[in-house]
């Protein structure tokens, strides 16, 4: 059973105040991530204290960055079921996490951060690991 669309709609806003596209069915992760010819992040979203803590606000913090991906988008795990199952169809080799983040670079995971990455860590220091990547992979 999903969790109340009010209770997550906060945690949602946490990102798309900062730009981040939602992705709420597995129709709107293809046309997300269909574009092989670009850079994307894509948040796992949850209602959990690290990506409360950390996952949403180092996110929010790296994509101040200089450089950053093309397009940012984020399913949220426990409400958007089929779009989460979809989106992670896209990195089916990496267990399922939430919260995680996946910077891809023309269609192919060239950078992902599981929850256990996330979860003893502070946002700044997440959002270095990320803006790393961003300006080795954007």
Do not use: W
Not at 1 to 15: G, I, K, T
Not at 58 to 69: E, M, S
């Amino acid at each position: 059973m999903p969790y109340d669309p009010l209770m997550v709609q906060p945690m949602r806003e946490e990102l798309t105040q900062v730009g981040v596209q939602e992705l709420l069915t597995s129709s709107d992760v293809d046309g997300f991530l269909g574009d092989k010819e670009s850079s994307a992040l894509v948040i796992i979203n949850s209602v959990c204290g690290c990506a409360a803590g950390q996952a949403r606000p180092g996110v929010a913090l790296a994509l101040k960055h200089a450089k950053t991906p093309d397009k940012s988008g984020t399913v949220f795990a426990g409400q958007d079921l089929e779009a989460t199952s979809h989106a992670r169809s896209y990195f089916a080799d990496y267990p399922p996490s939430s919260p995680s983040i996946v910077l891809f670079k023309n269609g192919e995971v060239v950078h992902f951060v599981p929850r256990h990455m996330i979860e003893n860590r502070d946002a700044a220091s997440l959002a270095k690991e990320l803006t790393d990547a961003f300006d080795t992979h954007c």
